[in-house]
């Protein structure tokens, strides 16, 4: 079949929250931006999802104009069809959206259609920094693990110059390369505090890196917290130089759980150690301010006086999330230092926090 107009599938980041959960308005954006580039609008029509999120699909005379939207995120999904001889016509209608829409950042394909398409998976993992203004590629030397869990799509590849990397969901979590800049940087602050580790959690960590680099200096009991037992299991298997034997050791506790339910047990400790996400937006339902506000409270909760907590934050470039962090420990904890510290395989600068209760 010869192609007939072109398709933009475009994904628009830190858009106001406010617009993307209102029917209303996002309906108002679709006709302005559709009818201002002299496109017919046969109908439009929302679904608004609960608790959170909306679709709004505008049927035009030349195909369609669809929104998904991921308020708690800030970001909305666009496919925009047009099978107009004029392949203008469908960039205009996403140039308006833009405009009225806002986005910080977008990401944008462009697909000829009539001709067969046929996605498949590639020899590179991109890796969506979203806010940070680039993308980072990694080479697929080889593929040695891949599962879609119950939570999410892991890949544990190698690469020529960073050995077997660990992703999740397509967002590097470590490699063999620099894994112990990385670990160092999350247990240092445990050790100079110079406060007895009877008793540490690690919420996340499921590569065992982290609680590897904890068991050099003979604590206590160490409960590692992680939702995904597929994760442990692989880097169980496949991670070895990262994690070593961390999880056969006597001390060591492994909990599968969410990790709100397992901090609502009232367990107290000595230090706990984040190694969770600070961009919950994939598995969240609400804003990620309020999600994290009462993350830490909850954390707070569980740290003995004179406890301290340990946190990887974000890229030293994504810079909403690095006040939107340092506001958050410093209204549950005192003494705050933030730290930067380069690790080759994330490309960037990569910041860590911690303080004390």
């Known amino acids: ?78 496919d925009i069809f047009t099978c107009s001889k004029d392949n203008g016509v469908s960039f205009r209608i996403l140039q308006r959206l833009k405009e009225n829409l806002a986005p910080g950042t977008t990401r944008v394909a462009e697909i000829s259609r009539g001709n067969p398409l046929e996605v498949s998976r590639t020899n590179w993992i991109t890796d969506d920094t979203g806010s940070t203004g680039f993308d980072i590629r990694y080479h697929i030397q080889d ?14 590849i190698n690469n020529e110059s960073f050995g077997r990397m660990l992703f999740l969901d397509n967002d590097l979590q470590i490699a063999e390369f620099d894994a112990h800049i990385y670990n160092e940087c999350m247990v240092r602050p445990l050790i100079e505090s110079g406060i007895p580790l009877q008793n540490v959690a690690i919420l996340g960590g499921g590569d065992g890196g982290v609680l590897y680099e904890l068991l050099k200096y003979n604590p206590g009991k160490i409960t590692l917290v992680d939702i995904d037992e597929a994760v442990v299991d692989a880097c169980n298997t496949y991670l070895r130089e990262i994690c070593h034997d961390a999880f056969e050791d006597k001390r060591v506790e492994v909990v599968y759980d969410d990790v709100f339910r397992f901090l609502a047990q009232g367990r107290h400790y000595d230090a706990i150690i984040y190694d969770l996400t600070m961009h919950p937006e994939a598995f969240i339902n609400r804003k990620r301010d309020t999600y994290l506000n009462d993350l830490f409270s909850r954390i707070k909760a569980s740290l003995h006086k004179n406890g301290i907590i340990s946190a990887q934050c ?24 933030m730290t930067e510290s380069y690790i080759p395989s994330y490309c960037v600068p990569w910041t860590f926090a911690f303080g004390n209760t």
């Open 314 to 337: 974000c890229s030293a470039y994504d810079y909403d999330t690095l006040d939107m962090t340092a506001n958050l420990l410093g209204k549950f904890f005192r003494d705050i230092r």
């Open 1 to 78: 079949m010869k192609p007939t107009g072109i398709q933009l599938v475009a994904e628009f980041f830190n858009c106001d929250s406010e617009i993307l959960n209102n029917s209303e308005i996002l309906e108002k954006i679709l006709r302005e931006s559709i009818i201002g580039c002299g496109i017919e609008i046969v109908s439009i029509n929302s679904h608004l999802y609960d608790p959170i999120g909306i679709t709004s699909i505008a049927v035009i005379s030349e195909s369609h104009v669809a929104i998904h939207t991921y308020p708690e995120a800030c970001h909305a999904s666009l």
């Open 143 to 156: 593929e040695i693990f891949y599962l879609k869990s119950v939570y999410q799509e892991i890949k544990i």
